[in-house]
């Protein structure tokens, strides 16, 4: 039965692989979240005593087909991204289209190379989304089934609170979370999609 | 005449487009600093109230054939990376092997694709050091220069203290500044060049 949901994440997918235009800026957002399969994470560091510390992390936010828009990840504990949220969880995913290839002659850091950082708080993956969880990593990072048992990886979110865009010149674009998690390819965002 | 330097950035240059061996890892840094032409920079937010917050931004550290091992970066107050670092200084920037394209199929979150984070405090290039500045950033980033002088644009330098790199399994590889600005290309570290 078709029904509008109102918790994240929802039930719309995003399947384009073509570059949204850049006015429309939730389709964008969620374009580069689908498209990227590796970005870096942001965090207040234990080891470097509360320096803000980047550090590269391969997600996703569903098989290629169903898209949600939540990122997931596969941590450990002996990393110092899952160190530093258990400390703080307030940290930033930061993606590039530059690492797409899609931007051209244009400089990386040129507002047309499109550059999105969702910021929010890390949480552990609770049993009824691990599936999902389980199944948008596996299918996007196929080495990540073989790694070591030993090492404890676990299925980790970005709860996202802000959706920070630069798509184009003249700033920051705003997106709610409501659009974000609503936007599907054509750019509109009031129309329910099931998976 | 020939003296060795104990102020950054040094004489020495890292001139190889070829990946060192990933047990070389003083030169295994210089080379993600001298290939990448992109990073995320990781600061405290001021317009999210302190939480991370990591921001895509072009860098170099050199024209090709005098790559110094100091990032430097040309920025606006436009951009929340530089309203950060005006307020609290500390940052650190993050550099994948996976941007480079050379991991293979090894996943970007594989320890075997090299990820490179310096830490340290982001500065304002004073007068003397301006002219290598504006050399290795405008080299690399040939719009940066018809960027829009009402920006504002000015020369910054990441003033390292922390190196931290993964190239392999078995964690991350303590690299003190001494051997990060003094490596070259064969690995060694005690070997003087000169530009």
């Known amino acids: 039965m078709l029904q509008v949901q109102s918790s994240y994440p929802s039930k719309h997918t995003f399947q384009s692989a073509e570059r949204p235009s850049h006015e429309e800026y939730a389709a964008m957002a969620r374009w580069l979240v689908s498209q990227n399969t590796w970005g870096v994470l942001s965090t207040i560091s234990k080891h470097l005593n509360g320096s803000p510390f980047g550090n590269v992390l391969s997600f996703s936010d569903g098989p290629s087909d169903r898209a949600s828009g939540q990122p997931y990840f596969y941590l450990t504990a002996l990393d110092p991204s899952l160190t530093d949220t258990e400390e703080d969880s307030r940290c930033s995913l930061t993606i590039a289209e530059a690492a797409l290839g899609t931007c051209g002659n244009r400089d990386p850091e040129s507002p047309a190379c499109a550059k999105l950082t969702l910021s929010g708080q890390m949480k552990q993956v609770e049993e009824e989304e691990l599936d999902f969880a389980r199944e948008?990593?596996?299918?996007?990072?196929?080495?990540?089934?073989?790694?070591?048992?030993?090492?404890?990886?676990?299925?980790?979110?970005?709860?996202?609170?802000?959706?920070?865009?630069?798509?184009?010149?003249?700033?920051?674009?705003?997106?709610?979370?409501?659009?974000?998690?609503?936007?599907?390819?054509?750019?509109?965002?009031?129309?329910?999609?099931?998976?």
């Open 136 to 195: 948008a990593l596996f299918s996007k990072h196929d080495e990540m089934q073989y790694w070591p048992k030993g090492h404890h990886f676990q299925f980790y979110k970005l709860q996202i609170e802000d959706v920070f865009l630069i798509d184009w010149f003249g700033g920051a674009q705003p997106i709610s979370l409501d659009e974000y998690f609503r936007a599907h390819e054509s750019g509109q965002t009031d129309v329910l999609r099931l998976k």
